[in-house]
């Protein structure tokens, strides 16, 4: 027996939305009309199983999500297309054609059989949650309800690509100072390895009594000689480290409360951060969502465990009847985490941790090691409390409630910092590249000087 959808009214006027099992679409409306309902539209929804079981077969295999540049271009072409007065399955089924094989062409055949089958177009995105998150679902069901849907695609479509565009900088700025150093820890280990140690037995050969620096410097060597796994191995198991914490929700809190205080990196992060939370909620708002649910949204969002708190508080204060702006202003101190006070404690430790396989200078590079501990947490300590959201952005925030223009000032707000997190980053960058050139050139004149001192040395007393 088919299965019939159809939409009707009740008595009130009150649109329904529903399935019914009949023999024929005469029984299934007499069946409809007995229920007090009058049909308005019917169609078997068995067809729409069928066209999706065809559509499968078109389904390719993917990995993963899809990237946010596919969904920013497909955001902006439909708004084009809607825009232009296409049927929003009609303007599908053009993008899905145009889409290559992956996870978004298999986001919008299951979509398009969705809409087919009577859902909308909120709903049926809704069902591809890797593809489409819940910021835009929202998005797409607050146009619907209030029919602009081509206006709610533009904003989304702005919106993706201004956040694409900062993100893309900040991955650029730090591409330079990686390679940099991979570069130069390469060439260091070559030199440590290969060139130090023919030096040493040459010294040894001649019986030299070696400067300190000779002698620290073939104490880095050997230990490099010995130990040289671990120089990939820091970095890989910091990074294994630091994932395994931030399973924790405990771990998660201290671990970003730790990389905002980082100095300039942490108030990128926080600036980027702040430009991304507010652009979100501005845009929900303007876009006709409730204040609470762009919060939640926006909370869901944010990316920081520490903003993630903020904004949850302020949805809890607005329930109780507060503004937005003095809940923002008394929960932005991120105050004491035991995590956070471990990881700055790492911090002072880190740079005594080579030392400290060396058995010549083990005790010293203990001492060493407690003094950055406690140095790292003083700094911590100094630090901790200071707010995450400044009073440019409260007091916007809080003429935008007064104003009724709660939107405009949010997009002010998120303007001001992206041109801030832009010069930051120029400035970062500037600041990387004598840093990284200072570096080299003591590290290099350090090795220089230390294998030459002996060798003038030596050339002296064979001319004497």
Known sequence: MPTFQFEAMDATGQEIRDVIEAATEEDAQTTIRQMGYFVTKIQVKKQAKTARMASRKKRSFAVGGASTKLITTFTRQLSILQDAGLPILRSLKILEGNSKPGRLKNALLDVCDEIEGGSTLSEAMAKSPRVFNRLYINMIKAGEAGGALEIILQRLAEFMERAESLKRKVKGAMIYPIVVIMVAVGILTFIMLKIVPVFREMFEDFELTLPAATELLISVSDWIVDWWFLIPAFPIGAWLFV?????????????????????????????????RTTRTLGTLVASGVPILEGLTITRETAGNALFERLYGRVTESIREGESIAKPLKDNSKPGFHPVALFFWMMVGVFPCLPILFMPAVASIAVKLAGVGAILGALFYLMRMNGRIVDDLVVNMV??????GELDTMLFKVADTFDEEVRTLTDGLMALLEPLLIVFLGGAVGFIVISLFMPLVSLITSLSG
């Open 398 to 403: 809080d003429v935008g409630e007064e104003t």
């Open 243 to 275: 994932k395994l914490i931030r399973k924790f929700r405990v771990g998660r809190m201290g671990y970003d409360m730790f990389i905002l205080k980082v100095p300039i990196l942490g108030k990128l992060i926080e600036k980027n951060t702040m430009a």
